[in-house]
């Protein structure tokens, strides 16, 4: 199995998911008692939350491309970034490196053709929800995505930065988003991509009466698969 690279920390929270799925892949693919050969390079997520709020992406560049080369240098052969709204940085990663950056949203794409279908919901940070880097890359693949409206973006994002980034799990704050996925749904959609790596620790499909997408399980086992070939 080849070694697989993850920019974690953003947060600490989603990376332990990323870490734990990978090695029960490692398990339940190879046999038990093995895991999975993981490199990490964990960045400060404070800092990273200040640089987002003062729309400093320059600098997440810089960082960004420090930490995958410094992970190509320990002889990784795949990067993962382990948050979806860290993508924004993925053409500074990719500029520096020689080795595949799997992006999260190509990933997620796939399986949602490979489910037929066409409208999702997106949830998400406001990067994620907002920005077209996400967006974009489904719409590439056919799918077109709806996202909530600016009230429930915000509290959605409130939750993630507030809430799911230091791991406290609040019952009022689920039925929120279940809420917010019920008007998704009323709305037509198909299917909910969870578009935050912390997103999976309130949301769980049996929660959600459509197909939901974990898009850090999928990100996972992408480079799972790619790395075991």
């Known amino acids: 199995m080849k070694t697989i690279g993850l920019i974690g920390g953003i947060t600490p929270e989603s990376t332990i998911l990323y870490y734990r799925i990978l090695n029960q892949l490692a398990s339940d693919t190879i046999g038990s008692g093995h895991s999975a050969k993981v490199l990490l390079n964990s960045v400060d997520f404070g800092e990273v939350s200040m640089l987002q709020k003062n729309n400093r992406w320059d600098l997440l560049d810089k960082l960004m491309a420090n930490a995958g080369s410094n992970l190509e240098k320990g002889w990784a052969s795949l990067i993962l970034i382990c948050a979806n709204t860290m993508h924004l940085t993925i053409d500074a990663v990719r500029k520096v490196v020689s080795i595949p950056v799997i992006h999260i949203a190509d990933a997620t794409s796939k399986l949602i053709l490979n489910k037929g279908l066409k409208k999702i919901g997106l949830l998400g940070t406001k990067y994620t929800m907002e920005k077209n880097f996400y967006t974009d ?5 056919g799918i077109e995505a709806v996202i909530p409206n600016e009230e429930y973006r915000n509290e959605i994002h409130r939750v993630i930065y507030d809430e799911l980034s230091i791991g406290e799990i609040k019952e009022s704050s689920k039925q929120y988003y279940l809420d ?10 198909e299917g909910i991509v969870l578009g935050c790596t912390e997103i999976p620790l309130l949301i769980k499909q049996k929660d959600v009466s459509v197909p939901t997408f974990d898009t850090t399980t999928i990100h996972a086992t992408t480079a799972f698969n790619m790395a075991n070939k």
């Open 137 to 141: 890359i489904l719409k590439s693949y």
């Open 180 to 189: 917010v996925i019920q008007k998704l749904i009323d709305n037509g959609v």
